[in-house]
């Protein structure tokens, strides 16, 4: 059972910065990939961001590549997404999730074996 902890979330104006972390344990963090995901309100939740076992392989969703990096510290059993030139509709419920699989992407919800509670991200303008 891998427990996931999303942390660093809050209130920013738009044009400025979050980094989320997500602090993993119960398991092997390093033979775990790991995605972001968000839920706007009204909104289904939807893929930000995904990163390979030994974060040699990254994938972003359109509307945050440029702006968003997704990183790991397998000594940590982290994983953080630094998020950068925020804009209002990045705002949502950040979650973090695990997945076992080996697969070639990182998008699909379905993969994924373990879920964070998430983080309220709220950006102002």
């Known amino acids: 059972q891998v427990q996931l902890a999303e942390s660093g979330g809050g209130l920013v104006q738009a044009g400025g910065s979050l980094r989320l972390s997500c602090a993993a344990s119960?398991?092997?963090?390093?033979?775990?990939?790991m995605g972001w995901f968000r839920q706007a309100p009204g909104k289904g939740r939807e893929f930000v961001a995904g990163i390979s076992r030994r974060g040699g392989a990254t994938r972003y969703a359109d509307s945050v590549k440029g702006r968003f990096t997704i990183s790991r510290d397998n000594a940590k059993n982290t994983v953080y997404l630094q998020m950068n030139s925020l804009k209002p509709e990045d705002t949502a419920v950040y979650y973090c999730?695990?997945?076992?699989?080996?697969?070639?992407?990182?998008?699909?919800?379905?993969?994924?074996?373990?879920w964070g509670q998430g983080t309220q991200v709220t950006v102002s303008s």
């Open positions: 999730a695990s997945t076992s699989a080996f697969v070639s992407g990182f998008a699909e919800e379905f993969i994924y074996d373990y």
């Open positions: 119960g398991g092997t963090f390093s033979s775990y990939a």
